[in-house]
């Protein structure tokens, strides 16, 4: 954000790959669409798919998260120098990150401190004027919903071929979801006791929602849970129950 603040530009986690439409013209991602809100559902492919120039349009464009319109994510920003609205999130983070050192919370999530969870209260107060930002649909930026744990892929699935044509990158979500903990990407498998270590992960993460799916799915297939996942467990309902 600090960078973003001084210099403009676009910022992209290292786990969003460009797809073909951006591989072709990186322009494609100064284009977004003349509405503001954007937010609709298009997943499918539909939609209004018109574009103009990023020069004519809002100086700060972000995504949905997902298709439910309920967060946005930070994963890539495109944003004008000196921008009001990254002023607001870098005090959004700053106060967050102090409220959890106060309270001796140091293992707050990051995407509750500094991540989605801060954008998306920021852009649902500012008071910065609605034609200087613009948050794009998920199927623009995030096509496919990674938060439910299944498949670790190392590759867009299917070649992208399954996705919308108006997508323009895909995020693996391996800083989110805990892949990164319980997949071996040297050897393209996982690793050994992945529903053990995933579970975990997931917990220590703050997303108990995925980590109690993830839960089911190991007992299903009989795996026995480890002292160490039942007592993740039993943390984070604790913390998320109070």
Known sequence: IAVLRRFGG???????????????????????????????????????????PF?????????????????????????????????????AQRQRAVAASDAGDHSAPSWIVTGPQCLTAVLQDTDVPASQW???TSSRLYPDDWHHPGEHPVAVPNGGRHLPPHALTYQFGYSTNG?????????????????????????????????????GA???????PTVMTLSALVVALCEQHG
């Open 10 to 52: 676009v910022y992209v986690d290292v786990d969003v790959v460009p797809l073909p439409a951006l591989q072709r013209n990186l322009d494609e991602l100064l284009l977004v669409p003349p509405s503001h809100d954007d937010c609709d559902d298009d997943s499918d492919g539909g939609g209004d798919d018109s574009v103009t």
């Open 55 to 91: 020069a004519n349009t809002p100086s700060f464009v972000v995504a949905c998260e997902t298709a439910r319109r309920d967060v946005v994510a930070n994963s890539l920003i495109v944003a004008a120098p000196k921008h009001a609205l990254l002023d607001e999130v870098a005090r």
């Open 134 to 136: 613009c948050v794009l």
């Open 179 to 215: 892949y990164a903990a319980v997949y071996d990407f040297q050897r393209n498998q996982p690793r050994a006791d992945t529903h053990n270590a995933l579970v975990q992960a997931l917990c220590m993460g703050g997303q108990v929602d995925a980590a109690l799916h993830t839960f």
């Open 218 to 224: 190991l007992r299903s297939a009989g795996v026995a």
